[in-house]
């Protein structure tokens, strides 16, 4: 029922930053939690980080944490990711995927994925 379509993925140099922008369709956003994940070649998807369905809260993976930051706009249907301070180990596919109302670091519990949008950040 939801079709996510991500955005604004590109190529930086390392400590440039970039944000990303998750596109949402449906009318219920709100009561899906959301979730930012990333594939690098060769590896398998890892948990970047995620928010609630209200937005109150956040949980973020270690690697990322005081580097990027997670919203929502619920009129808006729409999720970004905010990178600063970008590594060339940030390098990677970023998804975006909804689950029902609460967050969770664990990519099977999410129903709907988007179509991803490349990052790469060069040394």
């Known amino acids: 029922q939801v079709q996510l379509v991500e955005s604004g993925g590109g190529l930086v140099q390392a400590g440039g930053s970039l944000r990303l922008t998750c596109a949402a369709s449906g009318r219920t956003f709100s009561s899906y939690a959301m979730g930012w994940f990333r594939q690098a070649p060769g590896k398998e998807r890892e948990f970047v980080v995620t928010i609630s369905g209200s937005g109150d809260s956040t949980f973020y993976a270690n690697a990322v944490k005081g580097r990027f930051t997670i919203s929502r706009d619920n009129a808006k249907n729409t999720v970004y990711l905010q990178m600063d301070s970008l590594r060339p180990d940030d390098t990677a596919v970023y998804y975006c995927?909804?689950?029902?109302?609460?967050?969770?670091?664990?990519?099977?519990?999410?129903?709907?994925w988007g179509q991803g949008t490349q990052v790469t950040v060069s040394s």
């Open positions: 995927a909804a689950r029902s109302s609460v967050p969770s670091v664990t990519p099977s519990s999410y129903v709907y």
